[in-house]
T-cell receptor, first 114, second 113 residues
Framework: AQSVSQHNHHVILSEAASLELGCNYSYGGTVNLFWYVQYPGQHLQLLLKYFSGDPLVKGIKGFEAEFIKSKFSFNLRKPSVQWSDTAEYFCAVIFTGGGNKLTFGTGTQLKVEL | ETGVTQTPRHLVMGMTNKKSLKCEQHLGHNAMYWYKQSAKKPLELMFV???????ENNSVPSRFSPECPNSSHLFLHLHTLQPEDSALYLCASSQAPGIDEQFFGPGTRLTVL
């Protein structure tokens, strides 16, 4: 069965540190890829998405992600995090041709310390 | 504000109660979804509706009964729930099922005693 893995469950960083959150999926076909963020007490919202084209995708708030097809990965990056980036981050994948359901990873809780 | 609202935001119910969760989207979307978010588990898709028709039931127990009277409203009727059903229930909508970005509501935090 198709699955999405986020290996970092909890990440603690200091402000201005660089961030990279891992996301891998298991599926050899075409995928649509998403990163969602859930700030404390708020709803899930989209950070960025990849459907096709340039594998380096830029999203809101300075986030970017790179699709590496050969590694089945879609890692999220930010060069310099801020305290306000403290949130839970979810990678999600639509396995096109596999029911077109949005499958989520377990999430990564990021805490940014001042 | 995402354009997807959910009520109530919090609900406590006994195992013999019957309650309903409501979701409304103001985005003109055609597809609506129910998800269950439990601690330390991935979001679980429960149901998908497209143009008011259910297109996905992800092996959800019959004690959860969805209803979609129109493309803007989605309900989740609950009866004889179990304590393990306690979770955050999220509603989402998208222009089309399975392809587009989904917009999520704030969720209903359900506690079953």
């Amino acid at each position: 069965a198709q699955s999405v893995s986020q290996h970092n469950h909890h990440v603690i960083l200091s402000e201005a540190a660089s961030l990279e959150l891992g996301c891998n999926y298991s599926y050899g076909g075409t995928v649509n890829l998403f990163w969602y963020v859930q700030y404390p007490g708020q709803h899930l919202q989209l950070l960025l998405k990849y459907f096709s084209g340039d594998p380096l995708v830029k999203g809101i708030k300075g986030f970017e992600a790179e699709f590496i097809k050969s590694k089945f990965s879609f890692n999220l990056r930010k060069p310099s995090v801020q305290w306000s980036d403290t949130a839970e981050y979810f990678c999600a994948v639509i396995f096109t041709g596999g029911g077109n359901k949005l499958t989520f990873g377990t999430g990564t809780q990021l805490k940014v310390e001042l | 504000e995402t354009g997807v609202t959910q009520t109530p935001r919090h609900l406590v119910m006994g195992m013999t109660n019957k309650k309903s969760l409501k979701c409304e989207q103001h985005l003109g979307h055609n597809a609506m979804y129910w998800y269950k978010q439990s601690a330390k588990k991935p979001l679980e898709l429960m149901f998908v509706y497209n143009f008011k028709e259910q297109t996905e039931n992800n092996s959800v127990p019959s004690r959860f009964s969805p209803e979609c009277p129109n493309s803007s409203h989605l309900f989740l009727h609950l009866h004889t729930l179990q304590p393990e059903d306690s979770a955050l229930y999220l509603c989402a909508s998208s222009q089309a099922p399975g392809i587009d970005e989904q917009f999520f509501g704030p969720g209903t935090r359900l506690t079953v005693l």
